[in-house]
T-cell receptor
Framework: NAGVTQTPKFQVLKTGQSMTLQCAQDMNHNSMYWYRQDPGMGLRLIYYSASEGTTDKGEVPNGYNVSRLNKREFSLRLESAAPSQTSVYFC???????????FGEGSRLTVL | AQSVTQLDSQVPVFEEAPVELRCNYSSSVSVYLFWYVQYPNQGLQLLLK??????LVKGINGFEAEFNKSQTSFHLRKPSVHISDTAEYFC????????????FGKGTRLSVIA
């Protein structure tokens, strides 16, 4: 049972470089989410997709773009990485039951 | 907008002692409440949830939480902790319309000491 799979698990970038974090779920969930986790800040929502074909901004969307490629996949793109984007990024999907999210194992990104 | 406040960023406790992790929420409308747990180097997983009904809810691994509407609290408790309970715990809230994303607190790091 793969659940929610994120790639890559680790990445180091230089300021100004771009990259895409990939997320795929095999549970046939409609909703998918991208969060970032920073020490002392908890999890903050970057973007979410309530269903295939829709995306919405969360609390901290600046500097990011997303694509809901199909029902399974939801990618997060950093067009010009900044040191402030150094974080652990989590993708999650929802069963449709209120508030029940399944999380991936995270992607640790360092921007130098 | 709804929000949650976790009152303690770190809680050290000796093995087999009881523990309470505190969470308060603010919202002008009814909400649903959740606790998630994150073990080291893993994603979060659902521990328990309150949607309606009995205000005392039981979750996995012997944890329970009590919804207190008058105090706007949803504290997490366990009567006897184990080393394996060492993790970060997140309280979360969502409006009871269900059509807004989950909002997480900043987390409480529980360290169980042998």
């Amino acid at each position: 049972n793969a659940g929610v799979t994120q790639t890559p698990k680790f990445q180091v970038l230089k300021t100004g470089q771009s990259m895409t974090l990939q997320c795929a779920q095999d549970m046939n969930h409609n909703s998918m989410y991208w969060y970032r986790q920073d020490p002392g800040m908890g999890l903050r929502l970057i973007y979410y997709s309530a269903s295939e074909g829709t995306t919405d901004k969360g609390e901290v969307p600046n500097g990011y773009n997303v694509s809901r490629l199909n029902k399974r996949e939801f990618s997060l793109r950093l067009e010009s990485a900044a040191p402030s984007q150094t974080s652990v990024y989590f993708c999650a999907s929802s069963t449709g039951l209120v508030g029940e999210l399944f999380f991936g194992e995270g992607s640790r990104l360092t921007v130098l | 907008a709804q929000s949650v406040t976790q009152l303690d960023s770190q809680v050290p406790v000796f093995e087999e002692a009881p523990v309470e992790l505190r969470c308060n929420y603010s919202s002008s409308v009814s909400v649903y409440l959740f606790w998630y747990v994150q073990y080291p180097n893993q994603g979060l997983q659902l521990l328990l949830k309150y949607l309606s009904g009995s205000t005392l809810v039981k979750g996995i691994n012997g944890f329970e939480a009590e919804f207190n509407k008058s105090q706007t609290s949803f504290h997490l408790r366990k009567p006897s902790v184990h080393i394996s309970d060492t993790a970060e715990y997140f309280c979360a809230v969502i409006l009871n319309s269900g059509n807004t994303p989950l909002v997480f607190g900043k987390g409480t790091r529980l360290s169980v000491i042998a």
